[in-house]
């Protein structure tokens, strides 16, 4: 309470007993959105204050489009014959197989809020 930075160190002080040390407080991360943690390092107090880690955004990318198959180690072509009710139906089945891994994917990156 009533503290003054300008002023000289209190003796009588419970925390730094007159030196006039600080303390750095942060905040819970725990409780940050996917999209925060996905990107989030931590937190280090250095020589030059206070300094907020990031993980590489390029790095998070290509291992995002791994995950999901982007780069295939194998190219396969198949060439057919089809009619324009078989291409509907096998771009039907794709579009269905497609949907249930973006529900997967959604479903892993939500993170259950937790009470305070």
Same mark, same amino acid.
Do not use: W
């Given at each position: 309470?009533?503290?003054? +930075? !300008? ?12 030196? +006039? !040390? ?7 991360? +725990? ?6 943690? &996905?990107?989030?390092?931590g937190v280090k107090e250095g020589k030059e +204050? ?36 078989e291409l509907d139906a096998i771009y039907k089945k794709r ?7 973006? &529900? ?6 939500? !993170? ?5």
């Open positions: 309470m009533n503290f003054d +930075g !300008r002023k000289a160190p209190n003796p009588d002080c419970p925390e730094c007993f007159g030196e +006039g !040390r600080g303390y750095v407080f942060v905040h819970d991360t +725990g409780n940050l959105p996917p999209e925060a943690l &996905a990107l989030y390092a +204050g206070i300094e907020v880690k990031t993980k590489s955004s390029d790095k998070a990318i290509e291992m995002l489009a791994k995950h999901v198959n982007f780069y295939e180690e194998k190219v396969q072509v198949n060439v057919t014959t089809a009619t324009p009710q579009m269905e197989e497609t949907a249930k891994q973006a &529900a997967s994917v959604a479903h892993r990156s939500t !993170r259950p809020k937790t009470e305070d």
